[in-house]
C-alpha cells in the first residue's frame, strides 16, 4: 500500500522574551514534521481567523521540515477571556490546528497537539 505520512505537530505559545516586556503580545506557532508543499499560518482569536495569511512555500524535500511563523496580538484583542490558536492549511483539504493557547491575559499556558 502506499505509505503513510506523518501529519504535523503544531505548537501555540507566547515568547518568554516577549512575556518579559510587557507592552506587545506575540504568539508563535511551531509547525513540524511537514512535508514539502505550499501552505498558509492563520492565527485566530476565539476559533475566529486574523484576515493576515502567512504563506509558506516548503522546498521539495524528502526530509520533513519545521518552520515557525510569529504574530503581534492587536491591543483589541487583548482581553481576558480570549484565546488563540494557530492553523495550518495545506493544499484545499488538509488542516491541523493547534490547542488553545488558554486565556494569555489571565496567565500563559503552552500547549501541543498532534493530529
Given at each position: 500500500g502506499p505509505?503513510?505520512?506523518?501529519?504535523?505537530t503544531v505548537l501555540i505559545?507566547?515568547?518568554?522574551?516577549d512575556l518579559l516586556k510587557g507592552d506587545s503580545?506575540?504568539?508563535?506557532?511551531?509547525i513540524?514534521?511537514?512535508?514539502?508543499?505550499d501552505l498558509y499560518v492563520t492565527f485566530q482569536a476565539?476559533?475566529?481567523?486574523f484576515p493576515e495569511k502567512q504563506y509558506v512555500d516548503l522546498p521539495a524535500s524528502e526530509d520533513p521540515?519545521?518552520?515557525?511563523?510569529?504574530?503581534?496580538?492587536?491591543?483589541?484583542?487583548?482581553?481576558k477571556?480570549?484565546?488563540?490558536?494557530?492553523?495550518?492549511?495545506?493544499?484545499?483539504?488538509?488542516?491541523w490546528v493547534s490547542n488553545s493557547t488558554g486565556k494569555l491575559f489571565?496567565?500563559?499556558?503552552s500547549v501541543i497537539v498532534t493530529l
Open positions: 505509505a503513510v505520512s506523518s501529519s504535523p505559545r507566547r515568547s518568554l522574551q503580545a506575540v504568539l508563535e506557532c511551531t513540524t514534521q511537514l512535508s514539502s508543499s476565539n476559533g475566529v481567523d521540515h519545521s518552520l515557525t511563523r510569529h504574530f503581534s496580538v492587536p491591543t483589541s484583542h487583548w482581553k477571556d480570549n484565546t488563540f490558536t494557530c492553523k495550518v492549511n495545506q493544499g484545499f483539504s488538509n488542516c489571565g496567565g500563559s499556558t
